[in-house]
Protein backbone atom coordinates (compact mmCIF):
# COMPACT_ATOMS: atom_id res chain seq x y z
CA UNK A 1 0.00 0.00 0.00
CA UNK A 2 1.65 3.52 -0.67
CA UNK A 3 2.66 5.69 2.20
CA UNK A 4 -0.13 8.32 1.35
CA UNK A 5 -3.22 7.91 0.50
CA UNK A 6 -6.67 9.99 0.77
CA UNK A 7 -10.31 9.91 -0.17
CA UNK A 8 -11.64 13.49 -0.87
CA UNK A 9 -15.55 12.94 -0.33
CA UNK A 10 -17.73 15.82 -1.81
CA UNK A 11 -21.48 15.65 -1.40
CA UNK A 12 -23.59 17.73 -3.59
CA UNK A 13 -23.39 20.92 -4.12
CA UNK A 14 -19.40 20.91 -2.55
CA UNK A 15 -17.53 20.80 -5.69
CA UNK A 16 -16.85 24.56 -6.98
CA UNK A 17 -17.51 22.82 -10.83
CA UNK A 18 -18.55 19.38 -12.73
CA UNK A 19 -15.89 16.10 -11.37
CA UNK A 20 -14.75 14.80 -14.91
CA UNK A 21 -12.53 11.67 -14.60
CA UNK A 22 -11.15 13.05 -17.78
CA UNK A 23 -9.70 16.28 -15.74
CA UNK A 24 -8.47 13.40 -12.75
CA UNK A 25 -6.78 11.93 -15.32
CA UNK A 26 -4.40 14.40 -16.62
CA UNK A 27 -4.35 15.84 -12.94
CA UNK A 28 -2.85 11.60 -12.22
CA UNK A 29 -0.19 12.30 -15.05
CA UNK A 30 0.65 16.03 -14.12
CA UNK A 31 1.20 14.64 -10.38
CA UNK A 32 2.33 11.19 -10.62
CA UNK A 33 -0.23 10.06 -8.72
CA UNK A 34 -2.86 7.31 -8.76
CA UNK A 35 -6.58 8.97 -9.34
CA UNK A 36 -9.61 7.09 -9.33
CA UNK A 37 -13.06 8.22 -8.90
CA UNK A 38 -16.35 6.97 -7.82
CA UNK A 39 -20.10 8.67 -7.99
CA UNK A 40 -22.82 7.17 -5.52
CA UNK A 41 -26.15 8.88 -6.61
CA UNK A 42 -28.76 8.00 -4.18
CA UNK A 43 -30.94 10.94 -4.58
CA UNK A 44 -34.45 11.32 -5.83
CA UNK A 45 -36.32 14.34 -7.46
CA UNK A 46 -39.15 14.67 -4.80
CA UNK A 47 -41.48 18.40 -4.58
CA UNK A 48 -38.68 20.10 -7.22
CA UNK A 49 -35.69 19.27 -4.96
CA UNK A 50 -33.57 16.18 -5.64
CA UNK A 51 -34.14 14.47 -2.04
CA UNK A 52 -32.42 11.87 -0.09
CA UNK A 53 -33.06 10.50 3.74
CA UNK A 54 -29.10 10.70 5.12
CA UNK A 55 -30.01 10.30 8.93
CA UNK A 56 -29.81 7.35 9.66
CA UNK A 57 -27.36 6.45 6.54
CA UNK A 58 -23.20 5.52 6.88
CA UNK A 59 -21.23 8.12 5.22
CA UNK A 60 -20.14 6.06 2.84
CA UNK A 61 -23.23 4.93 1.47
CA UNK A 62 -25.28 8.23 0.81
CA UNK A 63 -25.07 10.53 -2.52
CA UNK A 64 -21.04 11.63 -2.87
CA UNK A 65 -18.19 11.86 -5.70
CA UNK A 66 -15.20 10.00 -4.40
CA UNK A 67 -11.92 11.49 -5.23
CA UNK A 68 -9.29 8.85 -4.17
CA UNK A 69 -6.01 9.11 -4.69
CA UNK A 70 -2.26 8.11 -3.51
CA UNK A 71 1.35 8.46 -3.74
CA UNK A 72 4.66 7.10 -1.98
CA UNK A 73 6.08 10.80 -2.55
CA UNK A 74 4.81 13.58 -0.24
CA UNK A 75 5.28 16.36 -2.80
CA UNK A 76 3.52 14.78 -5.38
CA UNK A 77 1.02 13.86 -3.07
CA UNK A 78 0.31 17.86 -1.63
CA UNK A 79 0.79 19.28 -4.94
CA UNK A 80 -2.20 16.65 -6.23
CA UNK A 81 -4.32 17.88 -3.49
CA UNK A 82 -3.75 21.64 -3.99
CA UNK A 83 -4.81 21.26 -7.35
CA UNK A 84 -7.63 19.69 -6.43
CA UNK A 85 -8.93 21.76 -3.73
CA UNK A 86 -7.95 24.91 -6.24
CA UNK A 87 -10.21 23.37 -8.98
CA UNK A 88 -13.12 22.02 -6.73
CA UNK A 89 -12.34 23.57 -3.58
CA UNK A 90 -11.60 21.53 -0.25
CA UNK A 91 -14.42 18.47 1.06
CA UNK A 92 -16.26 20.94 3.80
CA UNK A 93 -16.80 18.64 6.58
CA UNK A 94 -14.74 16.84 9.63
CA UNK A 95 -15.69 13.30 7.91
CA UNK A 96 -15.34 14.34 4.15
CA UNK A 97 -11.93 12.15 4.51
CA UNK A 98 -13.11 9.07 6.25
CA UNK A 99 -11.18 6.26 4.53
CA UNK A 100 -7.85 7.90 4.48
CA UNK A 101 -4.59 6.53 5.56
CA UNK A 102 -3.37 8.24 8.71
CA UNK A 103 -0.48 10.35 6.46
CA UNK A 104 -2.66 10.93 3.56
CA UNK A 105 -5.23 12.43 6.13
CA UNK A 106 -3.01 14.49 7.80
CA UNK A 107 -1.65 16.27 4.77
CA UNK A 108 -4.80 16.46 2.89
CA UNK A 109 -6.44 18.48 6.29
CA UNK A 110 -3.68 20.81 6.62
CA UNK A 111 -3.72 21.97 2.90
CA UNK A 112 -7.25 22.81 3.93
CA UNK A 113 -6.64 25.60 5.76
CA UNK A 114 -4.45 27.38 3.40
CA UNK A 115 -5.84 26.23 0.28
CA UNK A 116 -9.34 24.89 0.61
CA UNK A 117 -10.88 27.65 -1.56
CA UNK A 118 -11.96 29.47 1.56
CA UNK B 1 -53.33 40.92 6.63
CA UNK B 2 -51.26 40.60 9.73
CA UNK B 3 -48.12 42.15 10.27
CA UNK B 4 -45.99 41.59 12.95
CA UNK B 5 -42.97 43.77 14.33
CA UNK B 6 -40.11 42.35 16.08
CA UNK B 7 -38.18 44.94 18.46
CA UNK B 8 -34.99 43.20 19.27
CA UNK B 9 -34.51 46.23 21.76
CA UNK B 10 -34.79 45.69 25.64
CA UNK B 11 -36.03 49.41 26.07
CA UNK B 12 -39.50 50.57 26.13
CA UNK B 13 -40.41 53.59 24.05
CA UNK B 14 -37.05 53.91 22.88
CA UNK B 15 -35.74 54.43 19.14
CA UNK B 16 -36.37 51.14 17.78
CA UNK B 17 -39.62 50.44 19.70
CA UNK B 18 -40.80 53.92 18.11
CA UNK B 19 -39.87 53.56 14.22
CA UNK B 20 -41.32 50.05 14.75
CA UNK B 21 -44.54 51.82 15.69
CA UNK B 22 -44.64 54.41 13.07
CA UNK B 23 -43.96 51.97 10.53
CA UNK B 24 -46.85 50.01 11.77
CA UNK B 25 -48.98 52.51 11.80
CA UNK B 26 -48.32 53.35 8.57
CA UNK B 27 -49.28 49.64 7.41
CA UNK B 28 -52.50 50.08 9.29
CA UNK B 29 -53.43 52.56 6.71
CA UNK B 30 -52.90 50.16 4.04
CA UNK B 31 -55.77 47.76 6.20
CA UNK B 32 -52.97 45.78 7.78
CA UNK B 33 -53.53 44.46 11.01
CA UNK B 34 -50.38 44.97 13.27
CA UNK B 35 -48.71 43.50 16.41
CA UNK B 36 -45.25 44.04 18.13
CA UNK B 37 -43.49 41.85 20.04
CA UNK B 38 -40.45 42.69 22.48
CA UNK B 39 -38.30 39.82 22.03
CA UNK B 40 -36.70 41.03 25.38
CA UNK B 41 -39.92 40.11 27.19
CA UNK B 42 -39.84 36.29 26.15
CA UNK B 43 -37.83 33.92 27.33
CA UNK B 44 -35.24 32.97 24.55
CA UNK B 45 -33.42 30.77 26.16
CA UNK B 46 -29.36 29.73 23.74
CA UNK B 47 -29.73 27.20 21.71
CA UNK B 48 -27.90 24.04 23.09
CA UNK B 49 -26.29 22.55 20.14
CA UNK B 50 -27.74 19.17 20.92
CA UNK B 51 -28.67 18.86 17.10
CA UNK B 52 -31.51 16.90 18.24
CA UNK B 53 -33.97 19.15 16.16
CA UNK B 54 -32.57 17.56 13.57
CA UNK B 55 -31.59 13.86 14.15
CA UNK B 56 -35.29 13.44 16.27
CA UNK B 57 -36.79 15.79 13.47
CA UNK B 58 -38.70 19.16 14.53
CA UNK B 59 -38.46 17.96 18.17
CA UNK B 60 -36.51 21.12 19.98
CA UNK B 61 -35.13 20.16 23.73
CA UNK B 62 -35.47 23.30 24.81
CA UNK B 63 -39.41 23.44 25.98
CA UNK B 64 -39.32 25.83 28.90
CA UNK B 65 -39.07 29.11 26.87
CA UNK B 66 -41.43 31.49 24.49
CA UNK B 67 -39.20 30.84 21.19
CA UNK B 68 -41.87 28.36 20.04
CA UNK B 69 -44.80 31.13 20.97
CA UNK B 70 -42.40 33.54 18.64
CA UNK B 71 -41.97 31.33 15.80
CA UNK B 72 -45.79 30.78 15.90
CA UNK B 73 -45.96 34.34 15.83
CA UNK B 74 -43.87 34.68 12.75
CA UNK B 75 -45.91 31.91 11.24
CA UNK B 76 -49.04 33.00 11.28
CA UNK B 77 -48.25 36.62 10.20
CA UNK B 78 -48.03 38.04 6.53
CA UNK B 79 -45.21 40.40 6.69
CA UNK B 80 -42.25 40.76 9.03
CA UNK B 81 -40.55 44.01 10.36
CA UNK B 82 -37.62 43.91 12.35
CA UNK B 83 -36.25 46.12 14.03
CA UNK B 84 -32.90 46.34 16.41
CA UNK B 85 -30.35 48.69 17.51
CA UNK B 86 -26.75 48.10 16.87
CA UNK B 87 -24.53 49.20 20.40
CA UNK B 88 -21.77 47.65 18.88
CA UNK B 89 -21.04 46.77 15.11
CA UNK B 90 -23.92 44.70 14.93
CA UNK B 91 -27.42 43.99 16.41
CA UNK B 92 -28.37 43.48 20.04
CA UNK B 93 -27.44 39.74 21.39
CA UNK B 94 -31.50 38.84 21.76
CA UNK B 95 -31.08 38.47 17.68
CA UNK B 96 -28.23 36.56 17.57
CA UNK B 97 -29.95 34.03 20.61
CA UNK B 98 -32.94 33.91 18.38
CA UNK B 99 -30.81 32.87 15.40
CA UNK B 100 -28.84 30.33 17.10
CA UNK B 101 -33.13 29.23 18.13
CA UNK B 102 -33.39 28.75 14.08
CA UNK B 103 -32.08 25.59 13.50
CA UNK B 104 -35.19 24.16 14.07
CA UNK B 105 -36.29 25.57 10.88
CA UNK B 106 -33.24 25.28 9.03
CA UNK B 107 -33.55 22.14 7.50
CA UNK B 108 -37.44 22.28 6.52
CA UNK B 109 -37.96 22.76 2.87
CA UNK B 110 -40.97 24.73 1.17
CA UNK B 111 -41.29 27.51 3.81
CA UNK B 112 -43.57 30.23 2.14
CA UNK B 113 -41.81 33.17 1.47
CA UNK B 114 -43.13 36.69 3.23
CA UNK B 115 -41.75 40.00 2.89
CA UNK B 116 -40.01 41.74 5.65
CA UNK B 117 -38.62 45.14 6.48
CA UNK B 118 -35.76 45.91 8.59
CA UNK B 119 -35.55 49.08 10.65
CA UNK B 120 -32.54 49.62 12.39
CA UNK B 121 -31.04 52.94 14.55
CA UNK B 122 -27.67 53.42 15.62
CA UNK B 123 -25.27 55.59 16.86
CA UNK B 124 -22.25 56.79 15.49
CA UNK B 125 -22.04 56.51 11.56
CA UNK B 126 -19.37 54.13 10.76
CA UNK B 127 -20.04 51.53 13.07
CA UNK B 128 -22.64 49.42 11.74
CA UNK B 129 -20.36 47.08 9.58
CA UNK B 130 -22.25 43.82 10.33
CA UNK B 131 -26.21 44.98 11.02
CA UNK B 132 -26.72 43.11 7.70
CA UNK B 133 -25.86 40.31 8.46
CA UNK B 134 -27.74 39.03 11.21
CA UNK B 135 -30.84 40.54 10.18
CA UNK B 136 -30.50 38.71 6.85
CA UNK B 137 -29.54 35.74 8.19
CA UNK B 138 -32.85 35.62 10.97
CA UNK B 139 -34.73 36.81 7.54
CA UNK B 140 -34.06 33.98 5.60
CA UNK B 141 -33.77 30.73 7.83
CA UNK B 142 -37.61 32.17 8.79
CA UNK B 143 -38.54 32.17 5.34
CA UNK B 144 -38.98 35.78 5.06
CA UNK B 145 -37.98 37.80 1.90
CA UNK B 146 -36.47 41.17 2.53
CA UNK B 147 -38.16 43.58 0.59
CA UNK B 148 -36.30 47.12 2.27
CA UNK B 149 -33.85 47.41 5.09
CA UNK B 150 -33.38 51.14 6.68
CA UNK B 151 -30.78 52.27 9.49
CA UNK B 152 -31.36 55.67 11.09
CA UNK B 153 -28.58 57.28 12.48
CA UNK B 154 -29.98 58.78 16.13
CA UNK B 155 -28.67 58.59 19.63
CA UNK B 156 -30.65 58.74 23.27
CA UNK B 157 -33.85 57.45 24.28
CA UNK B 158 -36.83 58.44 22.06
CA UNK B 159 -34.32 60.90 20.10
CA UNK B 160 -36.05 59.80 16.55
CA UNK B 161 -38.87 61.27 16.90
CA UNK B 162 -37.03 65.11 16.25
CA UNK B 163 -35.87 63.19 12.83
CA UNK B 164 -38.75 63.91 10.66
CA UNK B 165 -37.24 62.41 7.88
CA UNK B 166 -36.66 59.24 9.86
CA UNK B 167 -40.06 59.11 10.95
CA UNK B 168 -41.34 59.61 7.63
CA UNK B 169 -38.77 56.80 6.16
CA UNK B 170 -40.74 54.45 8.68
CA UNK B 171 -44.01 55.37 8.36
CA UNK B 172 -43.20 54.61 4.10
CA UNK B 173 -41.50 51.19 4.89
CA UNK B 174 -44.87 50.23 6.66
CA UNK B 175 -47.16 51.55 4.05
CA UNK B 176 -44.75 49.39 1.43
CA UNK B 177 -44.70 45.95 3.06
CA UNK B 178 -48.34 46.21 3.13
CA UNK B 179 -48.60 47.24 -0.33
CA UNK B 180 -46.38 44.64 -1.06
CA UNK B 181 -48.48 41.93 0.67
CA UNK B 182 -51.49 42.55 -0.99
CA UNK B 183 -49.90 42.64 -4.46
CA UNK B 184 -47.60 39.99 -3.86
CA UNK B 185 -45.07 41.76 -5.14
CA UNK B 186 -41.50 41.03 -2.84
CA UNK B 187 -39.13 42.51 -4.78
CA UNK B 188 -36.75 44.14 -3.34
CA UNK B 189 -37.17 47.79 -3.25
CA UNK B 190 -34.09 49.26 -1.07
CA UNK B 191 -30.90 50.29 -1.80
CA UNK B 192 -29.16 48.06 -4.30
CA UNK B 193 -25.94 47.46 -2.19
CA UNK B 194 -23.50 45.35 -3.26
CA UNK B 195 -24.40 41.57 -3.07
CA UNK B 196 -27.22 41.11 -5.37
CA UNK B 197 -28.75 38.94 -3.03
CA UNK B 198 -28.80 40.17 0.70
CA UNK B 199 -27.79 43.85 -1.09
CA UNK B 200 -25.13 43.86 2.19
CA UNK B 201 -21.57 45.77 1.04
CA UNK B 202 -19.67 43.29 3.15
CA UNK B 203 -17.04 41.37 1.22
CA UNK B 204 -14.91 38.04 2.52
CA UNK B 205 -11.24 38.15 0.17
CA UNK B 206 -10.59 34.22 -0.05
CA UNK B 207 -7.29 33.01 0.67
CA UNK B 208 -6.49 32.45 -3.30
CA UNK B 209 -6.37 36.60 -2.91
CA UNK B 210 -8.62 36.36 -6.66
CA UNK B 211 -12.02 35.88 -5.11
CA UNK B 212 -14.28 37.83 -3.09
CA UNK B 213 -17.51 36.09 -1.21
CA UNK B 214 -20.46 37.80 0.10
CA UNK B 215 -20.08 36.85 3.31
CA UNK B 216 -23.79 36.30 4.29
CA UNK B 217 -24.80 34.42 0.63
CA UNK B 218 -21.63 32.70 0.38
CA UNK B 219 -21.82 33.63 -2.87
CA UNK B 220 -18.55 34.29 -5.12
CA UNK B 221 -17.55 36.87 -7.37
CA UNK B 222 -14.13 38.51 -8.26
CA UNK B 223 -13.32 42.10 -7.69
CA UNK B 224 -11.71 44.62 -10.52
CA UNK B 225 -10.22 48.34 -10.60
CA UNK B 226 -11.61 50.45 -13.40
CA UNK B 227 -11.07 54.03 -13.73
CA UNK B 228 -10.01 54.05 -10.10
CA UNK B 229 -13.15 52.40 -8.81
CA UNK B 230 -13.65 48.78 -7.84
CA UNK B 231 -15.84 46.50 -9.19
CA UNK B 232 -17.37 43.37 -8.28
CA UNK B 233 -18.61 40.85 -10.79
CA UNK B 234 -20.95 37.89 -9.49
CA UNK B 235 -21.20 35.28 -12.55
CA UNK B 236 -24.35 33.93 -12.86
CA UNK B 237 -23.89 30.27 -12.10
CA UNK B 238 -22.35 31.37 -8.75
CA UNK B 239 -26.17 32.09 -7.52
CA UNK B 240 -25.90 28.45 -7.54
CA UNK B 241 -23.75 28.42 -4.09
CA UNK B 242 -26.25 30.57 -2.12
CA UNK B 243 -26.60 29.51 0.51
CA UNK B 244 -30.35 30.44 0.68
CA UNK B 245 -31.41 29.28 -2.37
CA UNK B 246 -33.74 26.12 -0.59
CA UNK B 247 -31.90 23.22 -2.38
CA UNK B 248 -28.62 25.12 -0.93
CA UNK B 249 -29.89 24.69 2.44
CA UNK B 250 -31.19 21.52 2.01
CA UNK B 251 -27.98 20.29 0.75
CA UNK B 252 -25.89 21.43 3.50
CA UNK B 253 -28.61 19.96 6.05
CA UNK B 254 -28.71 16.58 4.24
CA UNK B 255 -25.58 16.23 3.59
CA UNK B 256 -23.45 18.18 6.02
CA UNK B 257 -25.15 17.70 9.24
CA UNK B 258 -27.23 14.76 9.26
CA UNK B 259 -24.66 12.17 8.65
CA UNK B 260 -22.66 13.33 11.41
CA UNK B 261 -24.98 10.98 13.07
CA UNK B 262 -23.27 8.31 11.70
CA UNK B 263 -19.68 9.36 12.49
CA UNK B 264 -20.56 10.42 16.08
CA UNK B 265 -22.10 6.80 16.60
CA UNK B 266 -19.03 5.09 15.29
CA UNK B 267 -16.50 7.13 17.76
CA UNK B 268 -18.45 6.86 20.54
CA UNK B 269 -16.12 4.70 22.63
CA UNK B 270 -13.06 6.50 21.39
CA UNK B 271 -14.70 9.70 22.41
CA UNK B 272 -15.31 8.47 25.85
CA UNK B 273 -12.30 7.64 26.44
CA UNK B 274 -10.57 10.83 25.32
CA UNK B 275 -12.98 13.14 26.89
CA UNK B 276 -12.28 11.35 30.62
CA UNK B 277 -9.78 13.95 31.65
CA UNK B 278 -11.36 16.99 30.23
CA UNK B 279 -14.65 15.69 32.66
CA UNK B 280 -12.21 15.35 36.00
CA UNK B 281 -10.09 18.65 34.87
CA UNK B 282 -11.05 21.89 37.22
CA UNK B 283 -14.11 20.46 38.17
CA UNK B 284 -14.63 19.73 41.84
Not at chain 1, 35 to 47: A, N, P, Q, V
Not at chain 1, 64 to 80: G, K, P, R, Y
Not at chain 2, 131 to 150: D, F, P, R, W, Y
Request: hydrophobic residues 35%; glycine residues 6%; charged residues 30%.
Amino acid sequence: MTKYFAKLRYYPGDPLEEIREKDLKSFAREYGVKISYEKIEKREMKDGLLMERTLDSHIEDISQEVITLSADQEDNFSNCIIALYKKYRCPRTPYSLLGSSEAGQKIAKKLMNVHGGW
Amino acid sequence: MKILALNGSVRQNGNTEILLKQALMGAETEGAEVEILRLTDYKIQPCRGCGLCLFRENVCQVQDDDVSFIFSKVDACDGMILGAPCYFLELTAVVKQLIDRCWILGHKIGKIKKPATVLIPYATRGWIPYVSVQSNVLLNVMGLTKINEATVCTQGISEVVLDEEAMDLAYGLGKEIAVAIRKKDFNYKGEAGICPSCHDRLLRILKDHETIECPTCGVRGKLSIFDGKINVRFEEKAWADSRFRPDVGYNHFTYHIAPSKDYFLRTKEERKMKTQKFKEYLTK
